[in-house]
């Protein structure tokens, strides 16, 4: 029989899920078929058993490139998040909709690899991932991530500006936005399968919010590689947003003037917007933001607006009226 030894991190359920939130099957059948809930108050509830011992996919060839220096001007109001927690415990719906999917994302081919740049550039382009590292001004940042669910992480995420990947892009004038995908494979990825999920995951920024400084894209994760578990080989990293918009394993960014319509947009747009600020005073419909809980700790912590970003992103919102900036 396999048991369980509950992690200090794990809410008892009675914490973590309102008893009206408690979906019964019906319920849970109809959310399905609507699309889900990412992200319900059960979405909080990790589970850690002795199969999560992660088999390790194809060697990454990138390694040699890491450990990257760190850049010190991004610095933590907290401890660096346990590296077995942060990939661990994912998010990663290609895989499963729960949090254990490391053992089934090491299923994911990351070589050959190609990110293609299209849309409104001046002239399209595809590049090997490889190429592209070598061309990207590789560094170190230390990184909050706060889950829309209201876990959050501190992390080291090795890997460049996404200012870099736009300027080698060469965007034409008229283009507003980028709107991002991650590979489509339901071969690897059983998730896919699920075909009340509006594969492949999309997501988007504004050319403003792409070429802000925070604005970085992770291929690197604690000095190595990054792993398939979080968004090998290269993923978003938007501190200053849910979680939900650093979409992960990408394959495609497109250059374009129509605002995108993202994954979770899609899935339930009352609950999950194009903007997703992190904001503590505004509640998601189901369950407050006002504060969070960081793996690994046992203690909640108050979640800080722009997740402690405002100072770096607060202005690229400031004459937005009718938005909903928090959502
Ligand atoms: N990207 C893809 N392609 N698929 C996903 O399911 N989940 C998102 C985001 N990026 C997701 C994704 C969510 S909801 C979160 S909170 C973060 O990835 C989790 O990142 P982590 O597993 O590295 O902590």
Redesign the pocket.
Known sequence: MLTRTKRGWELPERMATPEHLVLNRRHLLKGLAAGPM??GGTALIGTYGPDDALAQGDPDPSAGLYPLQRNPKYTLDRPITEERL??T???????GSH?Q?AKAAQKLPIRPWTVTLDGMVEKEQTIDIDTLLKRMPLEERLYR?R???A?S?A?PWGGFPMKALVDLAQPKAGAKYIAMT??QNRDVAP?QKQFWYPW??V?GLTIEEATNELAFIATG?YGKPIPR???APL??AVPWK?????????VRFTFTDQRPKS??EVVQGSEYGFWANVNPEVAHPRWSQASEKPLGSDKRAPTLLYNGYAEFVAHLYKDMKGERLFL
């Open positions: 990412l992200l942060a990939t415990y994912n998010n990663f719906y290609e895989f949090k999917i991530m889950c829309v669910e876990w992480m992390v991650t590979f998730g492949p995951y997501e994760l578990q979080n968004g993923r978003l849910y979680g939900f918009k650093s979409i992960k394993s990408i994954f979770w």
